[in-house]
């Protein structure tokens, strides 16, 4: 099965941008790479998902390497609301005949120090 | 609400007891999703539908836990003669396409004693 990896925990001060990494190197070629993140007591919030190319919306930008293998989901300036659990996420589609199982990484929990 | 609605909220069963959780994805979404989250920990995958079809069923835990779709719209995840390790936050999220953003429910909190 493939699977993410990320940092258990990271720590970022506010105002300033933040670099979440995660690693897939197993990751198929129509894969795609999910960003949640789950703030205490609540359920997963969507954050940004892409393919092959860079994106970006309004919460937050997805690099994605050119071979894929890993991302980073980057916050240009945390807020202490952005504390929270982040998970990367890969949805496998079904030209892997495994199409829509939810493989979730560890999370990495972000800390954000005013 | 145009959200995912999850019921019950909170749910107290004792050992033994069946219980049954209920999904309401939002309209007209076709993929709906099942995971589980333990106390502390991370989210563990139980299952998704395409439609009513559940082309993989391998997250389920054990024999005790089912789950149907009817109508391409709700979900009900059915808990046989519950244990206390069953005791977990049960998420539900539906997308309107395979690949799409995952819209997620509150969650329904089991608690077996």
């Known amino acids: 099965d493939a699977k993410t990896t990320q940092p258990n925990s990271m720590e970022s001060n506010e105002e300033e941008p933040v670099h979440l990494p995660c690693n897939h190197s197993?990751?198929?070629?129509?894969?795609?790479i999910h960003w949640y993140r789950q703030l205490p007591s609540q359920g997963p919030e969507y954050v940004i998902h892409?393919?092959?190319s860079n994106v970006n919306n309004r919460m937050a930008s997805l690099a994605i390497a050119e071979d894929r293998k890993s991302s980073t989901l980057i916050l240009h300036r945390a807020t202490l609301r952005d504390a929270a659990v982040y998970y990367c996420?890969?949805?496998?589609?079904?030209?892997?005949?495994?199409?829509?199982?939810?493989?979730f990484g560890q999370g990495t929990e972000l800390s954000v120090k005013p | 609400g145009a959200g995912v609605s999850q019921s019950p909220s909170n749910k107290v069963t004792e050992k033994g007891k069946d219980v049954e959780l209920r999904c309401d994805p939002i309209?007209?979404?076709?993929?709906l999703y099942w995971y589980r989250q333990s106390l502390g920990q991370g989210l563990e995958f139980l299952i998704y539908?395409?439609?009513?079809?559940?082309?993989?069923k391998s997250g389920l835990p054990s024999d005790r836990f089912s789950a149907e779709r009817t109508g391409g719209s709700v979900s009900t995840l059915t808990i046989q003669r519950t244990q206390q390790e069953d005791s977990a936050v049960y998420l539900c999220?539906?997308?309107?396409?395979?690949?799409?953003?995952?819209?997620f429910g509150e969650g329904s909190r089991l608690t077996v004693l």
């Open positions: 996420i890969l949805i496998l589609t079904e030209a892997d005949n495994q199409g829509g199982k939810l493989i």
């Open positions: 197993t990751i198929s070629g129509t894969d795609y």
């Open positions: 309209s007209g979404h076709t993929a």
């Open positions: 999220a539906s997308s309107p396409e395979l690949t799409g953003e995952l819209f």
């Open positions: 539908f395409q439609g009513n079809s559940a082309p993989d």
């Open positions: 892409g393919l092959t």
